[in-house]
């Protein structure tokens, strides 16, 4: 080879080197390359400075990277990787998240493939981390958006539904007794009327809070839309427990809501379905949601309790 061709080939791979440089700074991944055989990992400068580390600060073993992931996912990622190795996956692909040099966790999207010789055994293992924390905030909050009603910050319909469910396949298995209370308030529509909708929602935020303060941590409480409530019981022994809560509720309304300059008076009609293991969430709702108006039409403010 002469000396022109052996600088061609050199300038060549300079320039690869450098577009290969610009690409990572571009996209902003950690890059990591492991070398199986010896047990030590390559890691980019871009990798360290993603957990907030300097160049010097991270050394070349495998633990530097598994010592920082989260206890609840590294099982998870190891898995992931030795199917990757075994090559019952064409490509390592795995979000978990891994701790940074200030303690918080970051979501990381790991991607790797590995290389294997002629024997089929695999000696490296080069892949790239790609911070998606914030795309994980933003998942888990659509998720909260999705199951959470915006005013009161109770759960919506959505997410009781969820909820009941998974309670009631608990209740089966543990044999126990769940109910569901559906409530409607009395006199908010004139609350509306009078002073109108603003003052309407700081009466539905009142509301939601008396709610909270009166159950207990394990009962669920849901706004289903306009002035109607639910109240899931996950768990009770006897049905006089249904009927004391029921009481406390109604009591609870009975002092007048200041609003701004105003005080309001509004009242609750309690349907309590006492629901089993064969009935559905819409089933249960129905036969809450129709003692609440037998309730309605007997004069409002009490409650009423399915048989």
């Given at each position: 080879m002469d000396i022109t061709e052996s600088v061609k080939k050199e300038d060549l791979l300079k320039e690869a080197t450098e577009r290969f440089n610009i690409a990572m700074e571009t996209t902003q991944d950690g890059l990591w390359d492991w070398d199986i055989n010896s047990d030590r990992v390559y890691y980019s400068k871009m990798w360290k400075s993603m957990l907030g580390y300097q160049e010097d600060e991270i050394g070349d073993s495998v633990s530097e990277w598994r010592d920082r992931v989260h206890k609840d996912d590294l099982e998870n990622v190891l898995n992931s990787i030795k199917k990757h190795l075994n090559k019952e996956s064409i490509y390592f692909i795995n979000e978990h998240r891994i701790a940074t040099k200030s303690g918080d966790y970051k979501w990381i999207l790991d991607r790797g493939k590995a290389i294997f010789d002629k024997s089929g055994k695999p000696y490296r293992m080069i892949g790239f981390?790609?911070?998606i924390t914030s795309h994980k905030q933003l998942q888990e909050n659509l998720k909260q958006?999705?199951?959470?009603?915006?005013?009161?910050?109770?759960?919506?319909?959505?997410?009781?539904?969820?909820?009941f469910e998974l309670f009631r396949k608990s209740a089966k298995r543990?044999?126990?007794?769940?109910?569901?209370?559906?409530?409607?308030?009395?006199?908010?529509?004139?609350?509306?009327?009078?002073?109108?909708?603003?003052?309407?929602?700081?009466?539905?935020?009142?509301?939601?809070?008396?709610?909270r303060i009166e159950t207990r941590g394990d009962e669920l409480i849901t706004r289903m839309g306009g002035d109607e409530f639910v109240l899931f019981v996950p768990e009770y022994r006897e049905v006089k427990e249904l009927e004391i809560l029921a009481k406390r509720l109604l009591k609870s309304i009975q002092k007048p809501i200041r609003i701004n300059e105003y005080s309001v008076n509004v009242g609750m009609s309690i349907g309590i379905a006492?629901?089993?293991?064969?009935?559905?969430?819409?089933?249960?709702?129905?036969?809450?949601d129709n003692l609440m108006y037998k309730v309605k039409d007997g004069g409002k403010n009490s409650y009423m309790i399915s048989k």
């Open positions: 981390h790609t911070d958006i999705s199951v959470t009603d915006s005013l009161t910050g109770l759960l919506n319909r959505k997410g009781l539904e969820m909820e543990h044999n126990r007794k769940t109910a569901i209370l559906y409530i409607d308030l009395d006199g908010f529509k004139s609350v509306n009327d009078t002073y109108g909708h603003s003052a309407g929602d700081k009466v539905l935020e009142r509301v939601a809070d008396i709610l006492v629901t089993d293991i064969d009935k559905d969430f819409n089933e249960a709702i129905k036969i809450a």
